[in-house]
T-cell receptor, first 115, second 115 residues
């Protein structure tokens, strides 16, 4: 069975500092990996995804994520945090295989950027 | 910009009543999904649909019914609501399964309270 772990329920970072939101995954094969962001009372918005190729994926709003196969991780990063980045972040994984494959979401990490 | 909408946004009902949550997307995406979001569980898949008239169970289908007579609509019905079905429900859609178009786009959610 596939799974996603987001080990931190909450991450606090000062505005202007770099941020990292951690994600590790387990899947029986090659993964597709996703990051989504959820603002209060809104649906999830797609940020970025890894399918294959370059391990560093760039996404929306200046976010990027690094795929590390040996550590089975896909941490989300941003060089300089903004107060407006405060939100709930979800990592997700699915098997890189043909046809429909179930997507498994992590439990989410709340990012708080302190002015 | 096309969209995915859900209605109602908020619903309060009583135990035992039937409730239908609506989802409509304008992209003509093949795949549609229903998730529920609960604290500590992240998002859990209730049902999904690969095309009109094709639906299948997700992780937590018990107590829910879906239909998809048209590509753009994917209603979710709680046949006899229970308090454990109090949750936030998200509908999502994606163009394809696999490849670069395999990204789910989410609606704004429906907050359902069962008294």
């Amino acid at each position: 069975a596939q799974s996603v772990a987001q080990p931190e329920d909450q991450v606090n970072v000062a505005e202007g500092n770099p941020l990292t939101v951690k994600c590790t995954y387990s899947v029986s094969g090659n993964p597709y990996l996703f990051w989504y962001v959820q603002y209060p009372n809104r649906g999830l918005q797609f940020l970025l995804k890894y399918i294959t190729g370059d391990n560093l994926v760039k996404g929306s709003y200046g976010f990027e994520a690094e795929f590390n196969k040996s550590q089975t991780s896909f941490h989300l990063k941003k060089p300089s945090a903004l107060v407006s980045d405060s939100a709930l972040y979800f990592c997700a994984v699915r098997l890189n295989s043909g046809g429909y494959q179930k997507v498994t979401f992590g439990t989410g990490t709340k990012l708080q950027v302190i002015p | 910009d096309a969209g995915i909408t859900q209605s109602p946004r908020y619903k309060i009902t009583e135990t035992g009543r039937q409730v239908t949550l609506m989802c409509h997307q304008t992209w003509s995406h093949s795949y549609m999904f229903w998730y529920r979001q609960d604290l500590g569980h992240g998002l859990r898949l209730i049902y999904y649909s690969a095309a009109a008239d094709i639906t299948d169970k997700g992780e937590v289908p018990d107590g829910y019914v879906v239909s998809r007579s048209k590509t753009e609509n994917f209603p979710l019905t709680l046949e006899s609501a229970t308090r454990s079905q109090t949750s936030v429900y998200f509908c999502a859609s994606s163009d394809r399964a696999g490849g670069r178009k395999d990204t789910q786009y989410f609606g704004p959610g429906t907050r359902l309270t069962v008294l």
